[in-house]
């Protein structure tokens, strides 16, 4: 069953750091394993705002971080950026290992464990 968006919610960061560094300051990877989001719920948001309306998304800098649990739990980031000139969302993904710095992005991450 797919997860809503109720409970969902966001920070902007406020300097360079690496994934694995917003993890830490997530509570760790266990946490924000637990109150990662999914395949689903990050679809469901670029959606909502699939003409680059205002929404949730930012759509005006860099992008938005998604912290989703891959195939045997690993943790990725997915990045998601609207494209102005396409009209559309680009959708990236990384280990947290990949040495990426992130800045000027915005983070959701789930405020409620999944009922599944």
């Known amino acids: ?57 930012v759509t005006y800098r860099s992008g938005n971080m998604f912290y989703t649990v891959g195939k045997n739990g690993v943790l990725f980031v997915v990045e998601v950026g609207w494209d102005a000139n396409d009209r559309l969302w680009n ?10 710095s992130w800045s000027d992005d915005r983070v959701f991450r789930n405020t409620r464990v999944s009922e599944a």
């Open 1 to 57: 069953m797919p997860r809503g968006l109720e409970g969902v919610e966001s920070f902007d960061l406020k300097s360079d750091l690496f994934a694995r560094d917003i993890v830490g300051q997530m509570g760790g990877e266990a946490e924000v394993c637990k109150y990662a989001l999914t395949p689903n719920q990050i679809e469901e948001l670029s959606d909502l705002q699939s003409e680059g309306v205002t929404g949730k998304l």
């Open 91 to 100: 959708v990236d993904a990384w280990e947290l290992d990949d040495n990426v």
